[in-house]
């Protein structure tokens, strides 16, 4: 079955420390991965895609399709990066069809 | 305008009542959605409108019903609802072949 894993629900770093927030997929297809953000009072929006493999506000996330993870990653974490983060699978095929994993929550500390 | 925009924000309806959600973009993108979120929850698919033509339904109960009058405009027509799908209604839309997903802010629904 599809699926997108977060085993994380709360991550809470101090400041300046490196964050790695956890994806792991399972999908049998050539799948499109994300990850998602939404800020407090915010609109969910997009941070950033695999096949960009470009670093948005710090952040960077490298595809592993032997692990089958695309794990999030800022080597040193900023208060302003507290907020919900959500990997996402898009189904290949055409099909617009977006799942989201669990979420993780980022707390960041001063 | 590079905005999705939901109407109303907030909604109370009794499980009687009929309402409606809805959404609008004016990005040119031809790929709509409907998401249903709870509380602590990650957002659900629901629906998915391309050129609009409902593409995907994640069986969902035939109290919600979508519509897709133009490509800019996105309803979802709620009818006979129950207290548990109370939620926040995300709208989403993208350009047809995927990609970046532009959400709203959610029209947050409550059943009595």
């Known amino acids: 079955a599809q699926r997108v894993t977060q085993p994380e629900k709360l991550l809470s770093v101090f400041k300046g420390a490196p964050v790695e927030l956890k994806c792991n997929y399972s999908?049998?297809?050539?799948?499109?991965l994300f990850w998602y953000v939404q800020y407090s009072r915010q609109r969910l929006q997009l941070l950033l895609r695999h096949i960009s493999r470009e670093s948005i506000k710090g952040f960077t996330a490298d595809l592993n399709k032997g692990e089958t993870s695309f794990h999030l990653k800022k080597p040193f974490a900023q208060e302003e990066d507290s907020a919900m983060y959500y990997c996402?699978?898009?189904?290949?095929?055409?099909?617009?069809?977006?799942?989201f994993g669990a979420g993780t929550r980022l707390a960041v500390h001063p | 305008d590079t905005e999705v925009t939901q109407t109303p924000k907030h909604l109370v309806m009794g499980m009687t009542n009929k309402k409606s959600l809805k959404c609008e973009q004016h990005m040119g993108h031809r790929a709509m959605y409907w998401y249903k979120q709870k509380a602590k929850k990650p957002p659900e698919l629901m629906f998915v409108?391309?050129?609009?033509?409902?593409?995907i339904n994640e069986s969902v109960p035939s109290r919600f019903s979508p519509e897709c009058p133009n490509s800019s405009l996105l309803n979802l027509h709620l009818h006979a609802l129950q207290p548990e799908d109370s939620a926040l209604y995300l709208c989403?839309?993208?350009?047809?072949?995927?990609?970046?997903?532009?959400f709203g802010e959610g029209s947050r629904l409550t059943v009595l």
């Open positions: 999908y049998s297809g050539s799948p499109e």
């Open positions: 996402a699978l898009m189904f290949s095929g055409g099909y617009n069809k977006l799942i």
């Open positions: 989403a839309s993208s350009f047809e072949r995927g990609g970046e997903l532009f």
């Open positions: 409108y391309s050129y609009e033509k409902l593409s």
